[in-house]
């Protein structure tokens, strides 16, 4: 009886393990991620999903900067705009952890995937404050753009975007 406990429990093992390295297909086994998958990027790929994510996040950065003019009222709209900007910003940052890029491009987007984390951070703690003061104190701290920015942009041999512009936003006047 142990021993037919101990292959019942034994089979059962391997089965849960296989089932998480493999998927059957037509009756034969197949890694669970596809070549495809694990394949890096090409330039001109990687180019235009770093353009893409990119202008997502700038786009969320502008609304946030460009809100209604911060007021008591208009609080919850600036904490709404700095959460979804937050939200943005980490899945640009996911995005540059997990897909395969060029490996000339790697180093540049790791850094920027730094700053990106700890953008996304500052935009969490601005959605987070309690009062005006607070809000302005925390976004202060938002940084609104990263240098390593522009060396992706050289590692995967696409156009410079505009400089960043010194601008007044509803916290006063901000640099890039």
């Given at each position: 009886?142990?021993?037919?406990?101990?292959?019942?429990?034994?089979?059962?093992?391997?089965?849960?393990?296989?089932?998480?390295?493999?998927?059957?297909?037509?009756?034969?086994?197949?890694?669970?991620?596809?070549?495809?998958?694990?394949?890096?990027?090409?330039?001109?790929?990687?180019?235009?999903?770093?353009?893409?994510?990119?202008?997502?996040?700038?786009?969320?950065?502008?609304?946030?900067?460009?809100?209604?003019?911060?007021?008591?009222a208009t609080l919850d709209d600036h904490r709404t705009l700095a959460r979804k900007a937050a939200k943005?910003?980490?899945?640009?940052?996911?995005?540059?952890?997990t897909d395969s890029w060029p490996a000339k491009a790697r180093r540049p987007l790791d850094a920027l995937?730094?700053?990106?984390?700890?953008?996304?951070a500052a935009y969490r703690k601005a959605a987070a404050a309690p009062t005006v003061e607070q809000y302005?104190?925390?976004?202060?701290?938002?940084?609104?753009?990263?240098?390593?920015?522009?060396?992706?942009?050289?590692?995967?041999?696409?156009?410079?975007?505009?400089?960043?512009?010194?601008?007044?936003?509803?916290?006063?006047?901000?640099?890039?």
């Open positions: 009886m142990k021993r037919l406990l101990l292959v019942a429990t034994l089979s059962l093992s391997v089965a849960t393990a296989l089932s998480g390295c493999v998927r059957m297909e037509s009756g034969t086994a197949a890694p669970k991620t596809s070549p495809a998958a694990t394949q890096a990027m090409t330039l001109k790929q990687a180019g235009e999903t770093y353009e893409r994510l990119a202008a997502k996040s700038n786009a969320a950065r502008d609304a946030w900067l460009h809100g209604p003019e911060l007021t008591e943005v910003t980490s899945d640009f940052a996911t995005s540059i952890r995937r730094k700053d990106l984390e700890v953008r996304a302005v104190a925390a976004a202060r701290h938002v940084p609104l753009s990263s240098p390593a920015a522009a060396e992706v942009r050289r590692a995967l041999e696409i156009p410079e975007a505009p400089a960043f512009c010194v601008c007044d936003t509803p916290l006063g006047p901000t640099a890039g």
